[in-house]
């Protein structure tokens, strides 16, 4: 009996692993599906159309919101699909031979931002708390907001201006910045955004508030003034719903600003001083660079603030914004030091050509590369006493140095070379500004011994993702790999910011180069987009520059790139990008590949593909350094 119970429990495992076994098979048989982006319940951009892209098991077709969408060989896709507003799903469904795998990916897609109905009186202030101004006499205090459109609009300032008019402005399109760098550059007529309204007022002498609010008036226009706004519409475009705003005629309403003003505090202006080692100023809060790397001990004078940036005034008309965490406030009273430049001497040796410039402070300066043969510094604060330059005659870079005053405590010092310019850097020891050329390798037109910076992008971040999951951080780092073997192999000495996965804070890049005294920096990188930005129509190679000096290697490693790997010329691009923004040597950054593409993925995944990428930056670099010993 004992016997028989063994054999049936032995039978029923048996009979369980079966189909066990039965149900794994047909599992895997089962397609599966990856997303990689976008995440699900991400928020997207404000878009009406945006990519979705991942895996599906190989040979499997596959169906997204009603759309079939190709698969390639290795199973990655990509789809650029339409979206609706608010909470959005794609409908994925893959099928195969043997089953059908359906699943819904949430994802959330903001609305984009409109022009407001008429159906009442609405103010919205673009600005907010991290907008508090601090003013000076002879300032403009620019005010804006957006409201219903086809109004009358205007602005109050307790103890300083009543009723200042505002005008409403032509309907603007929203700068989308995705599809104005990376795409066609056409935006939709549909974000046009009408309701804009601007209204300025100049601050006059004398007059002194605190911390106050500015107050926003909206009213509906007579009946007539209404009849001559509609009259005025294009042909076609008149929205009969602005006629909806005659039975609200004369009806008024008020707002406040999110924001406070201070104009004249007795607290401004103040010295300030730079605190850290290298700062930025820019032409205004949150916007492009005027001067890079600002040394710590610069001083400057501040006079006015907007949110957490401090306005620095440079010379009689020139200013400048710095971040408040960049710089401290010295002691009330205190004035910027005057230095007047007395003479100019030259030092030469074989690398480096160095201008001196005694001065009685640390003033801020800016340089200007004005052609491949011509930089212009331009120094803050400091004023002509100039009757000596002294050249070192043994030089033969540098063909002229002139000075002007362009204004009161702006003096300007510019230098024409002979040769195009390889890299400089700015820099003080003590008060004594330092301006200092580096001159090109020997053997300009040969790669041979060259020090050649190769920077493998991400890491420890992993950058874009390909559909099936290769890495931006892996593919540049395979093509990097490949890119020191082309060039060893003509002599050049290479030195890798990173040659495997470990992790490299991105400031860290330039400074391994400042370190190993680089003659040329190669950052390499792979594609993707942003959202809305349709990806069939937008690829290819493109590579990138900050300096002028770096704007020929760019071009170079662009037209080798192109003959070589046969894809879309995607572009040459100005980028503000930290690794190309040392001054010190010609710097690029390329984007071989659309990593987000399935067929670019695949085919960064082979040696083949990135020896070709190697072949094209080497080929690239030896164009470079050809036309270069031409143009000497």
Not at 410 to 428: A, H, K, S, T
Not at 594 to 612: C, N, Q, S, V, Y
């Amino acid at each position: 009996m004992k016997n028989i119970l063994m054999h049936k429990l032995r039978s029923m495992a048996i009979l369980l692993s079966a189909i066990i076994v039965a149900a794994t098979s047909l599992q895997a048989k089962k397609p599966q599906i990856n997303i990689v982006y976008p995440k699900k319940d991400a928020v997207v951009g404000a878009v009406d159309s945006s990519f979705i892209l991942g895996s599906v098991t190989p040979g499997s077709s596959l169906i997204i919101n009603g759309y079939n969408i190709p698969v390639h060989d290795g199973g990655g896709f990509i789809a650029f699909l339409p979206l609706n507003y608010g909470d959005f799903e794609f409908n994925i469904s893959a099928v195969n031979e043997n089953d059908t795998s359906r699943f819904l990916w949430p994802i959330i897609a903001p609305k984009a931002k409109r022009s407001f109905g008429y159906d009442s009186l609405r103010i919205f202030d673009v600005k907010n708390e991290s907008c508090n101004s601090v003013l000076a006499t002879g300032d403009r205090l620019l005010v804006d907001f957006q409201a219903t459109p086809g109004c009358n609009a205007w602005f109050a300032v307790p103890g300083l201006a009543d009723s200042v008019p505002m005008a409403e402005i032509p309907p603007q399109v929203q700068p989308y910045w995705g599809e104005t760098v990376f795409g066609t550059g056409a935006v939709p007529e549909s974000l046009k955004i009408r309701g804009y309204y601007q209204g300025f007022l100049d601050i006059g002498y004398y007059r002194q508030i605190d911390s106050s609010r500015i107050h926003y008036f909206l009213s509906v226009p007579p009946l007539n003034d209404i009849i001559d706004k509609i009259i005025e519409w294009p042909a076609g475009r008149i929205d009969y719903n602005f006629l909806s705003l005659i039975h609200r005629r004369g009806e008024i309403i008020e707002d406040s600003s999110g924001y406070f003003i201070t104009v004249n505090p007795v607290y401004f202006p103040r010295l300030v001083q730079f605190t850290d080692s290298v700062q930025i100023m820019r032409v205004g809060p949150r916007r492009g660079y005027l001067s890079i790397f600002q040394p710590r001990g610069v001083k400057a004078m501040a006079v006015g603030r907007e949110g957490e940036w401090i306005k620095l005034k440079l010379s009689q008309t020139q200013y400048g914004w710095v971040n408040e965490g960049s710089i401290e406030f010295l002691e009330p009273g205190r004035t910027p030091a005057k230095s007047f430049v007395r003479a100019i001497r030259m030092d030469s040796n074989r690398d480096k050509l160095t201008i001196e410039i005694p001065l009685a402070d640390r003033h801020p300066f800016r340089v200007e590369e004005e052609s491949e043969f011509t930089s212009v510094l331009y120094l803050y604060g400091v004023n002509s006493d100039t009757d000596w330059i002294r050249y070192d005659f043994d030089d033969p870079d540098i063909r002229l140095a002139a000075w002007s005053q362009k204004e009161p405590d702006l003096y300007q010092l510019r230098l024409e070379f002979n040769r195009p310019i390889w890299g400089y850097d700015v820099f003080y020891e003590s008060n004594i500004l330092k301006y200092q050329f580096n001159k090109p390798p020997q053997d300009i037109d040969d790669i041979e011994d060259k020090v050649i910076i190769i920077d493998p992008g991400h890491s420890p971040d992993p950058g874009a993702v390909g559909p099936t999951g290769l890495t931006e951080a892996e593919a540049n780092l395979y093509i990097a790999l490949a890119l020191k073997k082309e060039l060893l192999k003509k002599g050049a000495e290479v030195i890798m910011t990173r040659e495997d996965m470990s992790p490299l804070p991105l400031y860290d890049r330039p400074r391994i180069a400042n370190m190993y005294d680089a003659d040329l920096f190669i950052s390499i990188h792979n594609n993707a987009l942003p959202d809305g930005v349709n990806p069939f129509v937008n690829n290819g190679v493109s590579t990138y520059y900050y300096h002028p000096h770096s704007i020929n290697l760019a071009r170079a490693i662009q037209t080798e790139l192109l003959k070589e790997t046969k894809l879309n010329d995607y572009g040459l691009y100005y980028g503000n990008l930290a690794v190309n923004r040392p001054t010190q040597y010609p710097a690029v950054l390329v984007e071989c590949a659309f990593i987000i593409l399935p067929e670019h993925e695949a085919m960064l995944k082979t040696d083949k593909f990135r020896k070709k990428i190697a072949k094209a930056i080497r080929k690239g670099i030896e164009r470079f350094l050809d036309e270069y010993e031409r143009k000497k």
